[in-house]
């Protein structure tokens, strides 16, 4: 879960977190029809993106029944495309290329402006009930898995059908490989 401080609290809060997220999902008089009838993936993830951060939106104000409201509609939806995206899980920025089967942890804290590619997992360790804590500005590719108690930096590029199951601390470095390990930028690895 990402810190009380950084969830949805007001309003203003909730509008321009929207407008971040949904800038990437165009609604405009071309994208309408789909958007009302879920046609296409764009309106879809758009939806996913409303219905998300105003379920956050009124579980952190204590409006109860709103927020059973939404959280009964966002996960019709999500198990409709097999996504799993818990409340307050992720940080403002959030963008999911693609529907997919992908999924976070419900203990897991995701940064800002994260980028999930198709079937991304975040998962956690059922034995110590830990979660993957990601930093910002990060992007999960194809396939790829992150497990456990796993801390990833900011600015981080994990490759497709990656394995990571040990944290990275330098920021802005890309990682790949079963079980993953750096493959350039930033400076010197410092894994735990």
Request: glycine content about 10%; hydrophobic content about 40%.
């Amino acid at each position: 879960m990402i810190p009380e401080e950084k969830r949805i609290h007001t309003k203003e809060q909730l509008r321009e977190w929207l407008a971040i997220e949904t800038a990437r999902y165009p609604l405009n008089a071309k994208h309408i029809v789909p958007y009302l009838f879920q046609l296409n993936q764009g309106a879809v993830l758009r939806r996913h993106m409303v219905l998300l951060r105003k379920t956050e939106y009124y579980l952190n104000t204590g409006k109860r029944l709103r927020a059973k409201f939404y959280l009964a509609r966002l996960t019709k939806l999500q198990l409709r495309y097999g996504m799993y995206f818990p409340p307050n899980t992720c940080g403002k920025g959030l963008y999911i290329s693609h529907i997919n089967t992908g999924g976070v942890n419900p203990n897991a804290c995701v940064g800002e402006y994260c980028r999930f590619m198709p079937y991304a997992v975040l998962a956690g360790d059922d034995v110590q009930d830990l979660a993957p804590t990601i930093g910002d500005h990060v992007t999960l590719g194809l396939r790829c898995t992150v497990m456990g108690g796993v801390t990833l930096a900011d600015g981080i590029t994990v490759g497709a059908h990656a394995l990571v199951t040990k944290s990275f601390l330098e920021p802005g470095i890309k990682i790949a490989g079963v079980p993953a390990k750096k493959l350039g930028g930033g400076g010197q690895e410092k894994a735990t």
